[in-house]
């Protein structure tokens, strides 16, 4: 599994627009992606940082998503108020850990 990071700042008071905006335009699109996998959000309101990650089953999945994720971050760079790309980084995921689920007696 890989991982792309991308990294924005906007003004602290923009942050619920930004993340609406990551949620209704953004997410979408990239849930179309092959191999992709998920993503996760993380904001810092009080410095107003935007972080996400999007999750990739291989490289090749995550490479081939590289040119419409940058498009996908140049449109949210713009339509984010005040918003600045910081850095956008790839990884190889060594791990991901989940809650086990748990399974109910049948009745």
Known sequence: MYA???????????VDAAVRQ?????????QSFPGWEG???????ENGVVRTLA??????PLDSS??????LRSDFV?????ARLISVEEFEVALRAE????VSAAA
């Open 55 to 60: 999750y990739f089953s291989g490289r090749e």
């Open 66 to 71: 590289r040119e419409t994720a940058k498009r």
């Open 78 to 82: 713009e339509r984010a108020q005040s």
């Open 4 to 14: 792309r990071v991308t990294t924005v700042e906007v003004p602290p008071d923009a």
């Open 22 to 30: 990551f949620e209704e335009v953004t997410l979408p699109q990239i």
């Open 99 to 102: 809650p086990a689920k748990k």
């Open 39 to 45: 993503a996760t959000m993380f904001v810092d309101r």
